[in-house]
């Protein structure tokens, strides 16, 4: 079944939280090949920004082709692959990691998709979403198939050299398939295990649905364990309610060329004037969005942006 291109046009649209740099350690893309070291890049003050990309219709390239008119810094930190899902599996009744053709395609070609964004020191992290099939990451009714679909997206990371596992407990559709409903345990055995599973790697928290508040369970907070947490509505801000100091979330969250230029830019002004360390940003597409991207780059960075093709 094919991921369903994200429909988070709301009256205040969908969005998650960024993250600040975190050490990338020696990654391997598929055929064992080491990934090449991150070349030294522009040094740079400020917030950690995220872009968040749909494959089905967009290249992950985009997120490099913006860099800061004034010291040639990148203009986004972490791109976002999205959507891998967690879908479900009628015969054996469990929850598996799925690919749609799009997805598989940038894996796939990780050489010429992925690695000149990591050269560049641009994070590659990869967003899973549900997919109206019952399973999501709030009803395993076990530790053991928590741990299960936790060392598959362990494994996706491994062996695509990828950065980290975003979570987005969207379109689920718990119950459907005779699947379970949510339950307290669940999630936080999830996270737990994937944390263990690679403890250097980036999880980040689109803080919407019912894992979102599902993070405390038998004495276990697993709020820590994330790196980042948004704001999953669009053209608004609202704090991620979850134990992480402000470094690590965002509040503001933008589409960009659908949010207009002077929200973006309040949102960035209120994120540095905060004190808040992450901004996050949704479908940047094939376009030249500099001016949408000057926007927030002004008031993070104290430059405009440009666009190389």
Request: hydrophobic share 40%; glycine share 8%; proline share 5%.
């Amino acid at each position: 079944m094919s991921n369903p291109v994200r429909s988070r046009v709301r009256t205040a649209a969908l969005a998650l939280s960024a993250v600040a740099a975190l050490a990338l350690g020696t990654t391997t893309t598929t055929g064992a090949t080491a990934a090449p070291a991150p070349a030294p890049t522009a040094a740079k003050q400020g917030p950690t920004s995220v872009a968040y990309i749909e494959v089905n219709n967009n290249s992950m390239l985009n997120a490099g082709k913006y860099t800061l008119a004034d010291g040639g810094g990148n203009a986004f930190d972490v791109a976002v692959i999205f959507a891998a899902n967690i879908n479900y599996d009628t015969n054996s009744k469990k929850a598996y990691l799925h690919f749609n053709e799009n997805v598989q395609r940038v894996l796939d070609n990780a050489a010429t998709e992925i690695r000149p964004l990591q050269q560049k020191g641009i994070k590659v992290v990869l967003s899973v979403l549900g997919n109206h099939q019952g399973a999501g990451f709030a009803n395993f009714t076990s530790q053991q198939t928590a741990s299960a679909f936790a060392k598959e997206m362990s494994d996706a990371v491994a062996e695509y050299g990828l950065d980290g596992i975003d979570f987005d407990d969207e379109y689920a559709e718990y119950g459907n398939n005779g699947t379970a409903q949510p339950n307290d345990s669940s999630f936080v055995h999830l996270v737990t295990a994937l944390r263990a599973n690679m403890p250097d790697k980036i999880i980040s928290l689109y803080n919407i649905g019912p894992s979102a508040s599902r993070l405390s369970y038998g004495g276990v907070d697993v709020s820590s364990k994330f790196d980042y947490a948004w704001n999953p509505y669009y053209g608004t801000w609202q704090v991620p309610g979850i134990g992480l100091p402000k470094s690590r979330l965002s509040p503001a969250a933008v589409e960009i060329g659908r949010t207009s230029q002077s929200t973006v830019a309040s949102l960035a002004r209120r994120t540095v004037g905060e004190g808040y360390g992450v901004y996050l940003t949704y479908n940047l597409d094939g376009s030249d969005r500099s001016a949408d991207v000057s926007a927030f780059t002004r008031e993070l960075y104290g430059s405009d942006a440009v666009y190389t093709p």
